[in-house]
């Protein structure tokens, strides 16, 4: 028997708004709904992922979900939630986005025909690039008031920020573009539900709105909760900028980390939002944090279901390794398993030095490898009272002032791992 959508959503702290009448609507029979995504790069990132488990939801509760690649409005820029205009994207950086996407949809949304309510992606741009100015504002246009688009927080709030430089037409049109998505999808893919984050709201209902005047029909609209960190700070932000589903963006280790390291109240919300698990497993899984909130179980949980959604098992068995190695007991055996790339993530920020690979043909001695010829501790002497007292450790094995390094040390076949105590890491990295 399948899941009651709305009941699902509910549980997992994914329901905003819902329009009256959308649960029982569900009920009834199979239904189809849709999820815009603006192409604006060549890779999802963690924000738009609300919106695709909003769709694996739908479909696993036995209804079909369709993800609509806005090549169109990605032309024109949504200004909800915007104090400016994006710059608009060309046709073929468009298409080269939506292939990008496509792929990544896939890891999550059953796209395989024979299955009755398989997914399908859709793409705006293939209805809307024939449409004249002329006929939009004769046959869309004409049945949306301006008053009707005025009263749209999207629109009031640009309009009476003192940051904002105002509102093109081409924006303020942008309303009536998404609306007639939806009526379009009504009319060619019997789709009756458009979901999204509650600041598209407006935009939504511009859609039912049209689906009523001109099809003489009624549409409905869900949105989910913006999702916000308990700490104030923006989901899926870092220095670094956007956390990425594409690996070259984001490594896999470093998105892992991510989810790793958030705070004890947003991955008891998160798991709920970002995981398949049951309602029964994530409150015996939040009891057991709290029970022991130090072992952060929790987060490990979060951080594995995730990663391996969002990549595979493999690649999760590597980030876990390369947290085990920074942050656990660990060997050199362990280190060299490491590929370069993440070996390089894992110890990012780790101060660095490069020597020639010719100082270590004959061998290359600890006070020079701690000061003399990469300038990691001071002095001369400092090396060797840490040497001394037992302090240093090369690729994680202990080594006293008699220790030379040599080519069989070398992880990757350039680098040298030196700690000096439990929290000073240094790299170094041999160069020809």
């Not at 896939?106 to 006929?135: I, T």
């Not at 892992?256 to 390291?261: I, L, R, S, T």
């Not at 240093?392 to 350039?414: F, P, R, W």
Request: proline share 3%.
């Amino acid at each position: 028997m399948n899941k009651d959508f709305i009941n699902e959503v509910t549980w997992r702290g994914m329901l905003h708004d819902v329009m009256p009448g959308t649960k029982e609507h569900l009920n009834e029979k199979p239904r189809t709904a849709y999820v815009g995504i603006d192409p604006t790069a060549d890779s999802l990132h963690i924000g738009h992922l609300v919106g695709v488990m909003l769709l694996k939801h739908f479909q696993l509760s036995g209804h079909r979900p369709l993800a609509l690649i806005g090549g169109a409005t990605g032309m024109i820029g949504d200004p909800s939630g915007k104090s400016k205009e994006r710059n608009l994207l060309d046709e073929q950086t468009l298409l080269h986005n939506q292939k990008s996407i496509q792929q990544q949809l896939a890891k999550f949304l059953d796209f395989d025909q024979h299955h009755p309510q398989a997914a399908k992606v859709v793409n705006n741009y293939n209805w809307m690039k024939d449409f004249s100015f002329l006929e939009f504002i004769r046959d869309v246009g004409k049945h949306i008031t301006v008053n009707y688009m005025m009263a749209k927080d999207s629109v009031k709030k640009r309009l009476s920020s003192e940051s904002s430089e105002g509102m093109s037409f081409t924006e303020f049109t942008y309303q009536l573009v998404q609306g007639y998505d939806f009526l379009h999808l009504y009319q060619t893919e019997e789709c009756s539900l458009q979901m999204g984050g509650s600041d598209q709201w407006g935009n939504i209902t511009t859609g039912t709105e049209m689906i009523r005047r001109i099809g003489n029909a009624k549409g409905f609209a869900l949105t989910c909760p913006l999702i916000t960190k308990a700490d104030g700070t923006k989901f899926g932000k870092t220095e670094g900028g956007n956390i990425w589903l594409d690996p070259k963006r984001t490594s896999p280790y470093k998105f892992y980390q991510y989810w790793m390291n958030t705070s004890d109240d947003d991955a008891a919300k998160f798991i709920k939002i970002f995981t398949l698990l049951t309602e029964e497993e994530i409150n015996q899984l939040i009891q057991n944090h709290q029970e022991a909130p130090h072992l952060r179980k929790l987060q490990q949980k979060l951080a594995e279901e995730v990663t391996t959604m969002v990549h595979s098992e493999e690649e999760l068995k590597k980030a876990q390794k390369a947290t085990q190695v920074i942050f656990g007991k660990s060997t050199i055996e362990d280190i060299a398993s490491l590929d370069e790339a993440t070996f390089l993530d894992a110890f990012e920020g780790v101060p660095q030095a490069e020597i020639k690979r010719t100082i270590i043909e004959d061998g290359l001695d600890m006070v020079g490898a701690l000061a003399a010829k990469t300038n990691f501790l001071k002095s001369n002497s400092e090396a060797m009272r840490n040497l001394k007292s037992n302090a240093i450790a090369v690729n994680k094995n202990k080594v006293d002032a008699n220790y030379l390094i040599t080519e069989k040390d070398l992880i990757n076949g350039k680098y040298v791992l030196v700690n000096k105590g439990k929290k000073n890491t240094f790299l170094i990295r041999l160069v020809n």
